[in-house]
């Protein structure tokens, strides 16, 4: 039998990660409106003919790789984002030898769903 996933995690691993990953998607969403911000501060420079290098360039590049440092977090751990802005995340697990993903949003306090490989967020169930 071949898997999908080379990560499968219990429930009780998952709900371990819930604290970190609810600091990952807090981090993610503090940079990317930071780098909403600068691309608007970019924007009004190159518009007014201004010159775009300096300061807001650099800190651009460095907002950038710390978003992709944070992201790099879900990745090595193969845990899934499938909506960023809701906070929708998907854990890698087994049900009775069947590949499957724990279910979460950031609102919710605990997993409490899972859902098969093909159903997605509509098929959830409760665990």
């Keep these: 039998m071949s898997f999908h996933f080379s ?13 970190d990953v609810r600091k990952w998607l807090g981090e993610i969403e503090r940079l990317q409106q930071q780098l909403r911000e600068l691309d608007l501060r970019l924007s009004s420079l190159s518009s007014s003919g201004d010159d775009v290098g300096g300061d807001t360039v650099n800190t651009s590049i460095k907002t950038h790789a710390k978003l992709h440092g944070v ?11 499938k909506d960023l802005e809701r ?3 998907d854990f890698p697990a087994l049900r009775n030898g069947k590949e ?8 919710e306090e605990d997993i409490e769903f899972w859902h098969d490989l093909e159903s997605g967020y509509p098929g959830r169930e409760p665990l």
């Excluded at 990560?7 to 604290?19: F, G, N």
């Design 7 to 19: 990560k499968h995690y219990t429930i009780e691993e998952a709900r371990a990660l819930l604290p």
């Design 71 to 81: 992201l790099n977090e879900f990745e090595s751990r193969a845990i899934q984002i």
């Design 87 to 89: 906070g929708l995340i």
């Design 100 to 107: 499957i993903l724990l279910c979460w949003e950031k609102d």
